[in-house]
């Protein structure tokens, strides 16, 4: 999901500022049981590892680097396939939103500053 940052002021009378992270699309409802269903399916699967000596097949857990791929493959199919069908829901840009914020307080700033 797409993040951006921003410098925001604090409250407090030092005049501090902290960099925010925040989100600017989300899932909707449907989309959340999607990936609810991946967490708890998309990674329990084995991996063919030959045959018994019986002629069975034997199964392994995946390795770190095969789980780790197959996660990401899931998730990147799962956000292209979310986007295609509608799924997304795109939010504002925090920076559009204190806009007028940021614009009084840098006019507050120049003022005190002539």
Request: hydrophobic letters at 40%.
């Amino acid at each position: 999901m797409a993040t951006k940052t921003r410098v925001a002021r604090t409250a407090s009378k030092f005049d501090d500022k902290n960099v925010v992270v925040y989100t600017t699309e989300t899932f909707d409802q449907e989309a959340n049981i999607a990936l609810v269903l991946i967490e708890k399916w998309g990674l329990v699967a084995a991996m063919p590892d030959g045959e018994d000596s019986a002629g069975r097949a034997k199964l392994r857990l995946p390795t770190p680097q095969e789980l780790a791929t197959r996660a990401l493959d899931i998730a990147q199919e799962f956000t292209a396939l979310a986007r295609k069908r509608g799924h997304v829901v795109l939010l504002p840009d925090l920076n559009e939103i204190n806009k007028e914020q940021d614009d009084k307080a840098a006019a507050r700033e120049q003022a005190s500053k002539d």
